[in-house]
Structures are given as C-alpha cells and as structure tokens.
C-alpha cells in the first residue's frame, strides 16, 4: 500500500489523507489557525472521511494534526461573520458540523483520534465522537462555548451518550478546561501516551485492531452500539439477537471458528 494521494483529494488545503499498511490517516493541516473548523476545513473533512470509509487500502482510521494544538474549535472570525446571516444561513452552517459529527459516529471504520495537543469547543467534539481517543498528558480538553454565549449544542448528543448526564453537565455548563488526566478519567480519552511515543502507541493499537480482528465484526458492532442506545429494551434484545444470528453465517465467522477450532492463528489483514 503505497502513499499517493487519491485523484479525489488531491485540491484539498486543509487536510491531508494518506493510506498505509491497512491504516488510513487524515491529518488537520491548518496550524497557523491552531486547526479551527471552518466551513471549507469541515467539508474538507467530510469528503475525507467518505473516501477513507470506502478506501480498500484503509481499514482502520486515525484523525490527527499539524502544529501546536489538535484542534481550536470553531473558527470565530466565521463564526462572528455569520451573526450578520439569518437563521435559515445559520442552520445550514450548523447541520453541515452536524453532519461531520455523525459521519464520523456512524462510520463503517473505527476511528481513533491522535490528539497531540489542546482541544477544545469543536476540537473537543471531534476527539468525542471518535470511537478511541489517545492523548498526551500535556493536552487540555475542554467544551468552552458557555464562555462566550455560544452553545456545545452538537457535541451535547454524543457526549451524552459517551459520559452520561452528570459529567456531560459538569463539563458543558461549567465550560471549564480540564487536563488529559481528568479527561481520560471521565471517559473522554482512553489512553495517555508521552508526546514522544504517542504516533507509534497509535500505529501499534490501529494494526493491532487491523491484524487481529475481522473488519465485518467491527463495523457491524460499530452499528450496533449505534443504534441500541435508542432502542426499547425489548426491541435493542431482538436486534442484537437478529444481528447475532445473521452474524453466524458470514464468512468472517467461518473463517474465524475454522482457525480457532484448529489452533491456527488467524491474521485478518
């Protein structure tokens, strides 16, 4: 698997993607601007995610960055120009994060987040929906939009669902910026990595996830864990006992239990 970027992505400013050995990385390029999500960056971001989601050189995901800090939030200087726009403006603006945030959430591949630096407000957000965060203790995270009269409206579902109620209430209606440490104690980050090492724990996880587990397993109970915190008691245990069933019979299944049974060691990719 080689380097070259797609045909697709080669006009992009703000981001780059590149795909190797089964993992594909897509790299916030805009450090000047501490990487602050404007609209043209979350488009940017949305067409890369969807090129990785079905890139056949790609089966697992790493969000990462240039510079100083992971991620800023939004960029205030747009943010501050779309005051002067209406609110019908203002929704399309907002869906289109919105939408960046549920792709992500939703996506077919396991996503981890290589968070280097701060992150914070939006930046913050994207480390949220990440399906595994891995930071360096030096990183500050935090939800700061209560700070300036702005909303954490979107990122409010996920972390929800993420940390429950209470630290989603601590972390939003405080908006205080709290260390990596208290971070991955909440549940926002799941390991903490010196600086140092901290691009190669990432590589090592992302291949093992690679190596060892079947792609189809994991997408498939990505959408499970998905769906289920919607459902009914009663209809979230029918689901997962038709996913169950219908799970049995795919050839990753077969693959898997014929190696196991045998004692053979099993490398998926």
Not at 41 to 52: G, T
Not at 71 to 91: H, K, M, R, S
Not at 99 to 120: E, M, R
Not at 157 to 164: A, D, S
Request: charged share 25%; net charge negative; proline share 3%.
């Amino acid at each position: 698997m080689d380097n070259m970027p797609t045909q697709e992505l080669e006009a992009l400013r703000y981001i780059r993607y590149e795909a190797h050995e089964a993992i594909g990385y897509i790299t916030l390029n805009r450090p000047d601007k501490r990487n602050a999500l404007s609209f043209d960056m979350v488009s940017e971001l949305k067409q890369a995610f969807e090129f990785a989601e079905d890139d056949e050189a790609c089966k697992v995901i790493v969000l990462r960055a240039e510079g100083a800090a992971f991620c800023a939030g939004a960029d205030l200087a747009y943010i501050q120009e779309l005051q002067g726009f209406g609110y019908t403006d203002n929704l399309a603006d907002s869906t289109h994060l919105m939408q960046l945030f549920h792709q992500i959430y939703t996506l077919k591949k396991v996503v981890i987040g290589q968070v280097q630096g701060h992150a914070l407000a939006g930046g913050c957000g994207l480390a949220t929906v990440c399906d595994f965060a891995f930071a360096v203790p030096e990183a500050k995270f935090g939800y700061t939009e209560v700070k300036i009269g702005f909303l954490p409206a979107i990122v409010s579902v996920f972390l929800l669902r993420k940390i429950g109620e209470a630290r989603t209430k601590q972390l939003l209606l405080t908006g205080e910026i709290i260390s990596a440490q208290a971070a991955a104690d909440f549940g926002l980050v799941n390991f903490l990595v010196p600086k140092e090492e901290l691009a190669a724990k990432v590589y090592e996880f992302a291949r093992r996830l690679c190596v060892e587990n079947s792609g189809q397993s994991m997408e498939l109970t990505k959408e499970m864990l998905a769906r289920i915190p919607e459902m009914p008691l009663e209809d979230s245990l029918r689901y997962a006992a038709q996913m169950n069933a219908a799970a049995r019979g795919s050839a990753d299944c077969r693959r898997g239990i014929a190696a196991f049974l045998n004692k053979e060691k099993i490398v998926w990719n």
